[in-house]
C-alpha cells in the first residue's frame, strides 16, 4: 500500500510540476509578445536573415575602382551590410562584408584602427585573418588596366 501511495504522490508531483513549467512557458511568451520591439526586433531578424541568405548565394561584384562615386557606395553598402549581419550573430559574412569595405578604402589603416576600437576581439581578429584573401578577389574582379591608365 505504501508503495502504490509514493508512485501517487510521484505522479501528483510531475504532473504539477509539469504543469508550473507549462504556465512559466506561456507566461515568458506572452511577455515576449507584448514587448512593444517584438516585432521591430523580429523583421530586423528576417530581413538580416534574408540578406544573409541572399549574399551566401551571389559572389561580391566589386566596383570600378576609378569610379570613385561606385566605390564610395560599395563601400556604405558592404560596411553597413556587414555590421547588420554582425548584429544578428553572423560573424562569418559579416567580417566578410566589411573585410570588402576594408579593401577598397582609400585609407584602410585609419579604418582599421577605427574598426579595432568598435568592432569586438574576435570579430577583429577574424577581419584580420580573412584580408588577405579579399585582395586577389579585388584583383580578379577588376579589368586588368589599359595602357593609357598608367601614366
Not at 501511495?5 to 504539477?16: D, F, K, N, Q, Y
Not at 585609419?110 to 585573418?129: G, S, V, Y
Given at each position: 500500500m505504501e508503495m502504490i501511495?509514493?508512485?501517487?504522490?510521484?505522479?501528483?508531483?510531475?504532473?504539477?510540476c509539469g504543469?508550473?513549467?507549462l504556465g512559466y512557458c506561456i507566461y515568458f511568451d506572452?511577455?515576449?509578445?507584448?514587448?512593444?520591439?517584438?516585432?521591430?526586433?523580429?523583421?530586423?531578424?528576417?530581413?538580416?536573415?534574408?540578406?544573409?541568405?541572399s549574399s551566401n548565394k551571389r559572389t561580391t561584384v566589386f566596383p570600378d575602382m576609378k569610379d570613385h562615386e561606385a566605390v564610395q557606395r560599395f563601400f556604405l553598402q558592404e560596411i553597413q551590410l556587414g555590421e547588420e549581419l554582425l548584429a544578428v550573430g553572423d560573424l562569418e559574412n559579416g567580417v566578410d562584408h566589411i573585410g570588402n569595405a576594408v579593401a577598397v578604402c582609400g585609407q584602410p589603416n585609419?579604418?582599421?584602427?577605427?574598426?579595432?576600437?568598435?568592432?569586438?576581439?574576435?570579430?577583429?581578429?577574424?577581419?584580420?585573418?580573412r584580408l588577405p584573401a579579399v585582395a586577389p578577389r579585388i584583383v580578379k574582379a577588376t579589368p586588368a588596366m589599359q595602357e593609357e591608365d598608367v601614366e
Open positions: 501511495s509514493s508512485r501517487i504522490a510521484l505522479g501528483i508531483a510531475a504532473g504539477v504543469t508550473l513549467f506572452h511577455q515576449r509578445h507584448s514587448d512593444p520591439d517584438f516585432k521591430k526586433k523580429l523583421h530586423e531578424r528576417r530581413r538580416a536573415k534574408k540578406m544573409a541568405a585609419d579604418l582599421l584602427n577605427l574598426l579595432q576600437q568598435t568592432l569586438q576581439p574576435q570579430e577583429f581578429h577574424l577581419l584580420i585573418q
